[in-house]
Structures are given as C-alpha cells and as structure tokens.
C-alpha cells in the first residue's frame, strides 16, 4: 500500500522533499567534498591553490600536537558520554517516577544551563576555578581543608575541569532527549513487570534501559562527537593552554586555518575529524543495533 502510494505521488513527494535536500547539499555535502578537496592542496586562502598531495596529511601526523589533541579528544569525549548519558539516563528514571512532586521544576532547573551562553558559563567557571579567591578553594579554606588546585594551570585538572563545564551546561539537553524516550515506553510493559512483582531498580535495568536504548544511543553519539568537535568552551577558558594539555583537534585546526593561514592542513585536520565522527558513529551503531527491533 505504501508503494502505490509512493507511485501515485511521486512527483508530488519529490517537490517537498527538495527543498531539504538542497539545503543539506549546500550546507553538508557540498562542504564536505571542498574540505576535502582542500585537504590536497597548500593554500592560505589568498593566493592559488599548489596541490601537495598527501603531504598536509603527514604533516598532521608527524606534529607534536596530533598524539595530546587526540588523547584529549578521546578523554573529552568519554567524560561527556559518562557525565551526560549517564546523570541524564539517572534524571530521566526519576522524573518519571509517580511519587516524585515537582518534576517539572526539576526538569526545568536541569535545563538552565542549557539556556546560558557559552561565553557567560565560561567566565563564571573561570572564576570558580580561579586559584586564588575561587569558589573552590575558598570553601575548601573554610572547611580548614589544607587543600588548593590551581585547576585551569595544571595538565590533567585543566582537561577535566574544562570537560566538567561543557558537560555540566549540556546534561539538560540530554537529559530531556533521553526522558522523551523513557516516556514513549508502552506503559503496558511497567505494569505487566509490577503484576510480576518486579521492584523499581529490576523495571529500569530490565525495560527502561534496553526499551529506550536507540534513543540513549543517539544521545551517545552525540556526547562522542562533540567530544571531538569541542572549541568554544576549551578556547574560551584555556585557550588550548597551559602549553598544550587541553590542546584537542578542533583547536589544533583552528589554529591552522587562522592563526598561520594554512587552509589545506586545517582541511586536513578537519577531514580527520569528520572521519573519527563517522567511525564513532558506526561503532556504536553496531554496538546497539540488537535493540532496534526490540518491541517486535
């Protein structure tokens, strides 16, 4: 039936679905294919292109900075999936609990720091952080705890402290996106399991986690690429720095393209990324796939 249906209005289906998919050819695809086009050739943007070959792409893995940007890539992106997909899988169960009041003032709470900039979440965690009158340390004082970090001076407290702010501002997206698919889980499944005796703890590890798996792992894949993809949060608090411990590959392209001019290696760069977000993206893809039949 949807066959003929599709046959009768083909043309029709066509028309209103070209308008997408031109716009994703010009803003996706298109993109795409001129990066890495780019990533062959040496250019600074001025001047004509001279086409290197795979030399940009030797480059890349030869520098110093390739083996840190892509260890703290990786950690960035595990420390998202673990914060987010893990405390918003958590919220998600317990809003949708009966007995629990106010669940719609937490859910809102939860999902403020979503609303704020990146620039004022940053500045705010700047200061937190700060090593001299940070929030931190200064609680740690008045609890007359001989305990101080210099957290955005040091290599590995300057990753994860970083990693913390991006995953604390993003954890209500998630949270809400895993808590849509909780909520559209056949209500019929929680109480044949509650007829069967079934506590609470057995119902979300036995139903809720494998019912609501594909939408956990789309959540997944998004925490894992933005890993990958992180800037803006990382730039703004630590610029990379101190040296290069929080130095990741989005900042490793942005520096190639910006600050030397170097569109073909930064295209290089960003090649890579796309494909470790792709690679990422099958992974956990197959990882999963055994839930997507999981109602037949």
Not at 7 to 24: D, G, T, V
Not at 65 to 76: A, W
Not at 198 to 226: D, E, G, S
Request: hydrophobic letters at 50%; glycine letters at 6%.
């Amino acid at each position: 039936m949807n066959s003929t249906l599709f046959k009768k209005n083909k043309r029709w289906l066509i028309l209103f679905a070209a308008p997408a998919i031109i716009l994703f050819c010009v803003i996706i695809v298109i993109p795409l294919f001129q990066t890495l086009y780019y990533s062959f050739f040496e250019w600074n943007g001025i001047k004509v292109a001279a086409f290197k070959g795979i030399e940009n792409y030797k480059k890349l893995f030869h520098s110093r900075e390739i083996n840190t940007s892509f260890i703290n890539s990786i950690v960035y992106a595990v420390f998202l999936v673990v914060y987010q997909v893990g405390l918003g899988t958590a919220f998600a169960f317990i809003l949708t609990q009966s007995k629990i009041r106010g669940k719609l003032i937490f859910r809102n709470v939860y999902f403020i720091p979503v609303l704020l900039s990146v620039s004022v979440v940053s500045q705010l965690w700047i200061q937190i952080y700060n090593a001299e009158f940070g929030l931190i340390n200064q609680l740690a004082k008045a609890l007359q705890i001989d305990w101080s970090q210099n957290w955005l001076n040091q290599k590995w407290t300057s990753l994860f402290a970083v990693a913390f702010v991006e995953s604390w501002k993003g954890m209500g997206y998630i949270m809400l996106i895993i808590y849509a698919g909780v909520r559209n889980i056949p209500e019929i499944y929680n109480e044949a399991a509650s007829i069967d005796g079934a506590t609470a703890f057995q119902k979300f590890r036995y139903l809720t986690l494998p019912l609501a798996m594909p939408t956990i792992r789309v959540t997944i894949v998004m925490c894992m690429t933005n890993g990958f993809r992180a800037f803006d949060t990382t730039y703004l608090m630590t610029g990379g720095g101190p040296g290069i411990f929080t130095y990741n590959l989005t900042i490793m392209m942005y520096q190639a393209m910006i600050g030397k001019n170097d569109y073909g290696y930064g295209s290089a760069i960003a090649v890579l990324i796309v494909m470790v977000c792709v690679g990422m993206m099958y992974v956990v893809n197959q990882a999963t796939r055994r839930y997507d039949r999981i109602y037949e």
